[in-house]
T-cell receptor
Framework: QKEVEQNSGPLSVPEGAIASLNCTYS??????FFWYRQYSGKSPELIMS????GDKEDGRFTAQLNKASQYVSLLIRDSQPSDSATYLC????????????FGRGTSLIVHP | EAQVTQNPRYLITVTGKKLTVTCSQN?????MSWYRQDPGLGLRQIYY???????DKGDVPEGYKVSRKEKRNFPLILESPSPNQTSLYFC?????????????FGDGTRLSIL
């Protein structure tokens, strides 16, 4: 059974702080990892994708992947109220399966 | 503008009345998929397609059908809808035919089956 686990939250941080979102996965053969942001009632939109161990930075966002420990995280620096949303972690295993598995999401609240 | 378009956006219907939710993408993507999203359960894949005439079941296919006759279109068919299919549905597409690349999502269809 493929599983992707996220803390449902809500995670509440003050404006300007660093928000840290975590995701663990059970399938050791996973090779593609995604973070999506979803505002209430809206569709998911891609924030970051990461495929190899280490950090990947894009503006205020940093994705961190550790395949040995089977976790992927998303850091949001200088958090803004507009970052308040649910963040979905998605994991796709290497060949043989074409179905990405989504976590249930972490709700982030950035308060002024 | 690159987009995935779903219709209708909202639908209220009754048990047993066949319905189709259309999905179209203009990015020439190989991979298309349908998800349903329910509170507490997250996004679950219903069906996916790797190319024209190639479709396969996702994690929750029961009660749904799909077809992929053209690369751009991937309709979701509920032949005999039931109340447990009340949900928020998303169509998505991906450049990579195996789903290893990020997915682009449509705006969603909120479906209520009475």
């Amino acid at each position: 059974q493929k599983e992707v686990e996220q803390n449902s939250g809500p995670l509440s941080v003050p404006e300007g702080a660093i928000a840290s979102l975590n995701c663990t996965y059970s399938d050791r053969v996973s090779q593609s990892f995604f973070w999506y942001r979803q505002y209430s009632g809206k569709s998911p939109e891609l924030i970051m994708s990461i495929y190899s161990n280490g950090d990947k930075e894009d503006g205020r966002f940093t994705a961190q992947l550790n395949k040995a420990s089977q976790y992927v995280s998303l850091l949001i620096r200088d958090s803004q109220p507009s970052d308040s949303a649910t963040y979905l972690c998605a994991v796709k295993r290497a060949g043989g399966s074409y179905i990405p598995t989504f976590g249930r999401g972490t709700s982030l609240i950035v308060h002024p | 503008e690159a987009q995935v378009t779903q219709n209708p956006r909202y639908l209220i219907t009754v048990t047993g009345k066949k319905l189709t939710v259309t999905c179209s993408q203009n990015m020439n993507h190989e991979y298309m998929s349908w998800y349903r999203q329910d509170p507490g359960l997250g996004l679950r894949q219903i069906y996916y397609s790797m190319n024209v005439e190639v479709t396969d079941k996702g994690d929750v296919p029961e009660g749904y059908k799909v077809s992929r006759k053209e690369k751009r279109n991937f309709p979701l068919i509920l032949e005999s809808p039931s109340p447990n299919q009340t949900s928020l549905y998303f169509c998505a597409s991906s450049r990579d035919r195996e789903g290893n690349q990020p997915q682009h999502f449509g705006d969603g269809t909120r479906l209520s089956i009475l």
